[in-house]
């Protein structure tokens, strides 16, 4: 991609900007997405818009999320697109999604390339407002994506996968080389789709209880349950729930979380947030 492919936007690494132009690539997600007329569709980091127009051209709005005050201006001004847009400039984390489901009166579908220097703070944020979204379509570092998808006893199974897997169902879509982009990421990408969860698969009486015994115990994930988790609960505690104390972290499955969550949730005084 040439400079004047790229509209004389010169990137900017503050931002992490790596902008998409694999037609192929592009052509995926949108197939993934499926937009159509009338949806509450996002997207977040719309760039120079290698998504924005082909989602366009599906759906009838959409709302786009840019923190690039000169991008975001882009997109207000563009002669073809400008009212089909409402162009929110502002930092993503800062964001209201439940304000925005509410004004739109339907659950939002998210999409984007998202920047990956705040791909998993994001991540956690809209989990606590996955109540209000409908379905999510991400890029992320291939990294991320691994770890969101793994499965106890594999390196990459850590507190991103068991939260992520908690709240969401997880499909990985397909790989995307650094080619895809300009400039080209030092790593390699990848695209997956996550469904909020209607119904949690495992009941939890405060997700607050889940997040403190995940971050508690993959801190020190290479110690045993029985060390890392000592603050919170003993050894015969853990028996009780029938979990084997010298264990590690990576060994724990979604369920055995949400059970020592549960009982760490009948002490409230332990929670912290």
Known sequence: ?????????????????????????????????????????????????????????????????????????????????ANRLTV???????????????????????????????????????????????????????????????????????????????YCQVGYLFPVPASAFQPPPKVLSAVVRLTPHRQPPYPVAAPQALQQICRVAFNQRRKTLRNSLRELLTAPQLLALGIDPTLRAENLTLEQYCRLANHLALQPSNISS
């Not at 964001?95 to 998210?110: C, H, M, N």
């Not at 570092?141 to 939260?163: F, T, W």
């Open 88 to 166: 929110i400039q502002q930092d993503v984390l800062t964001v209201d999604f439940k304000a925005l489901a509410q004004q739109r009166g339907e659950p939002l579908r998210l999409f984007g390339n998202l920047p990956y220097n705040i791909s998993t703070p994001l991540l956690f944020t809209l989990f606590e407002q996955a109540a209000h979204i409908q379905d999510m379509h991400w890029m992320l570092q291939a990294e991320v994506v691994d770890r969101l998808v793994a499965k106890p006893g594999s390196k990459a199974y850590g507190r991103l996968s068991v939260l992520t897997q908690y």
């Open 1 to 81: 991609m040439t400079e004047r492919a790229l509209l004389g936007h010169q990137p900017r690494k503050r931002f992490g900007q790596h902008f998409l132009h694999d037609q192929g690539v592009i052509a995926g997600i949108v197939q993934a997405l499926a937009p159509v007329p009338g949806e509450a569709l996002v997207e977040i980091g719309p760039g120079l818009g290698a998504l924005t127009a082909p989602v366009l051209q599906h759906g009838g709005h959409l709302t786009v999320i840019e923190l690039d005050r000169a991008l975001a201006q882009r997109l207000q001004q563009h002669a073809v697109w």
